[in-house]
């Protein structure tokens, strides 16, 4: 079956830098799109960004455009998500997510804190 492991999740403080991890199993991981999305407290979970599966084609929601970089290592069945510059509205949990025949597969979430 499907499954996620997010890793890189922790305290860090404004401005600082994290880098998250996902590693996937249970599919085929290199025909598939990956995203990060995120979900802060109180709030609905929103797509962060997203690389295709072969050419590499990424996307940003326009919040996180120039400070968050996504990438992925199909080799380890890996995608990363390389944060920077972050603020006190980046504080969330963060998942990675793939949609396969029209069904969401999701981690369990790695915990960023954003605080000063």
């Known amino acids: 079956q499907v499954q996620f492991v997010e890793s890189g999740g922790g305290l860090v403080q404004p401005g600082g830098s994290l880098r998250l991890s996902c590693a996937a199993a249970g599919f085929t991981f290199s025909n598939y799109a990956m995203s990060w999305y995120r979900q802060a407290p109180g709030k609905e979970r929103e797509l962060v960004a997203t690389v295709s599966s072969t050419i590499f084609s990424k996307n940003y929601a326009d919040s996180v455009k120039g400070r968050f970089t996504i990438s992925r290592d199909n080799a380890k069945n890996t995608v990363y998500l390389q944060m920077s510059s972050l603020s006190l509205e980046d504080t969330a949990v963060y998942f990675c997510?793939?949609?396969?025949?029209?069904?969401?597969?999701w981690g369990k979430g790695t915990l960023v804190t954003v605080s000063s």
């Open positions: 997510n793939t949609r396969r025949a029209f069904t969401d597969y």
